[in-house]
């Protein structure tokens, strides 16, 4: 539990950082709306087409008594947009992060500067530093997909689809938030993906306090666009924290071999 309340405690001293930095907070607005925009027009389209998509799916169920088709083809209606939302929540971070790469960097390295120290750098050139953005997100984007369609599979189990798969799914989507949020300054670290998903999975409570409640707000589209200066703002610091941990750990690790 204490890790979970220090994931949130990063979210909440990120938020703090951007208002207390009015500019920062002005420019990270800005990826935010434009990916909005784009997503909304694609919910409203979801919204509008979702029944005649389950329609199309489920011909087998044409013949169907009343209530019976109704109450089906109605939960898959309802499970298709859920889908179509989580999506959207787990994809809005990434397009926002991509289309808003250079600002967002920018404000990260000022959180890192206020905080102290130096500021790592890539030393990558723009371009390298988008594209490999944009590969690691598509990675992600599938990984999220496979656990998208498993969900959406156990959604037909009786009780457990309506009780325990909502709970894993906004873990899975608090997770990789937090993954693609964190990439900012953990790729200016020279963390590969791989790297970072393993640096996650060794600190998975702190991780899941930053991202479900940030997933969870997510889900209303205009409070995404409101706190994604402010994710950065966090997402940074959690990196921060983790990177420190690790070196902690190692050091540990390496005093204790040599003692051995």
């Known amino acids: 539990m204490r890790d979970l309340g220090a994931g949130l405690g990063f979210l ?6 951007v ?3 009015g500019k920062w907070f002005g420019i990270g607005l800005l990826p935010g709306l434009i990916t909005l925009v784009l997503y909304a027009g694609a919910l409203v389209g979801l919204g509008y087409g979702a029944d005649d998509l389950v329609e199309w799916a489920t011909p087998f169920a044409d013949d169907w008594s009343s209530p019976w088709l109704g109450l089906l083809r109605n939960a898959l209606t309802a499970l298709v947009f859920v889908l179509g939302l989580f999506l959207a929540v787990i994809t809005f971070t990434a397009v ?3 289309v808003g790469q250079p600002f967002y960097e920018s404000l990260s390295e000022e959180v890192e500067r ?6 790592p750098e890539s030393g990558l050139p723009l371009w390298r530093e988008l594209w490999i953005s944009a590969r690691d997100s598509v990675r992600i984007l599938v990984r999220v997909g496979l656990y998208a369609i498993l969900l959406f599979a156990l ?12 709970v894993l799914g906004f873990c899975v989507t608090g997770y990789f938030l937090a993954e693609e949020l964190t990439a900012v300054a953990l790729q200016r670290r020279g963390m590969v993906l791989k790297d970072r998903l393993a640096l996650l999975r060794g600190h998975r409570m702190r991780t899941l306090g930053f991202g479900v409640p940030l997933g969870l707000a997510f889900m209303l589209p205009f409070v995404a666009v409101f706190l994604m200066p402010g994710a950065v703002a966090g997402a940074t610091l959690l990196a921060r924290g983790l990177v420190g941990d690790a070196d902690a750990d190692d050091t540990s690790k390496g005093e204790t071999a040599a003692e051995g």
Do not use: D
Request: proline share 7%; no cysteine; hydrophobic share 40%.
């Open 12 to 17: 909440i001293r990120g938020q703090r950082w």
């Open 19 to 21: 208002f207390g930095h």
């Open 96 to 98: 926002t992060l991509l």
């Open 114 to 119: 206020t905080e102290g120290g130096t500021v």
């Open 155 to 166: 959604g037909f189990l009786p009780v457990v689809g309506q009780t325990v798969v909502p």
